[in-house]
Structures are given as C-alpha cells and as structure tokens.
C-alpha cells in the first residue's frame, strides 16, 4: 500500500518561506519511478495545480501564479519530494497536497490534470498572514 505523508506547513507572515516535504512509503514505491506534483486548495475553492517534476527529475513545470517562487524538488534516495515557497503571500494560503502519477514517459504534459495522478496525500495546512 502506497502512502503519501506532506509536513511542513505552518503560519507565516507575508514575504516568508516554508519548505513542504512529502515522503512516499510502500513496498515497492520509488519516487524516481513517478511524475510528482503539488496541488492545492483553498477554502471554497477548487484544487488546483502548483508545480511538477518529472519522474527523471531533468524537467518542473510550475502554475503561473507561484513560477519564480516555488521549486518542486526531490531525495530519491528518502524517497521525499519538496515544496521551497518563497515569498508567500496571503493568496497562497490552503491545504497543500502532494500526489505521484506513474507514467513511463518523462513528458510533463498532463502534469496539472489532479485526475492523472494515482496517489495523494493528506495534505498539510499552509496560512500566509498579512
């Protein structure tokens, strides 16, 4: 069984930074094997797309809204995929969640569909005060 795990949310002023992690388990699960992304959403919102990495780790693929601000990284080796957001804003502020999309090609097409991706986490709450 496949288990997604994020930590790392909080509060934080406008301006600030967080670093979200996401840690995958499972017998056989390996982050290098997968397409990863965040998504987030907002109270009364849709879940939407933040960023991507491709299951080689050579191409990211960011939402307008954070390009610049946000880098998707990840540890295949702990098996964990990161979130550095910097200079948060108020508008940044919901319950982030990690998910994998397993896909054998190392295209990032499709990587903003929630519906491509085959596991999700639970999510962890990032509040961005002003």
């Known amino acids: 069984q496949v288990q997604l795990v994020e930590s790392g949310g909080g509060l934080v002023q406008a301006g600030g930074s967080l670093r979200l992690s996401c840690t995958a388990s499972?017998?056989?699960?390996?982050?290098?094997?997968?397409?990863m992304g965040w998504f987030r959403q907002a109270p009364g919102k849709e879940r939407e797309f933040v960023a991507a990495?491709?299951?080689?780790?050579?191409?990211?693929y960011y939402a307008d809204s954070v390009k610049g601000r946000f880098t998707i990284s990840r540890d295949n080796a702990k098996n964990t995929v990161y979130l550095l957001m910097n200079s948060l804003k108020p508008e940044d502020t919901a319950v982030y969640y990690c998910?994998?999309?397993?896909?054998?090609?190392?295209?990032?097409?499709?990587?903003?569909?929630?519906?491509?991706?085959?596991?999700w986490g639970q999510g962890t709450q990032v509040t961005v005060s002003s």
């Open positions: 998910a994998a999309d397993y896909r054998p090609s190392w295209s990032l097409t499709g990587s903003d569909y929630a519906g491509s991706y085959d596991y």
């Open positions: 499972g017998r056989t699960f390996s982050i290098g094997s997968y397409t």
């Open positions: 990495l491709n299951r080689g780790g050579s191409s990211t």
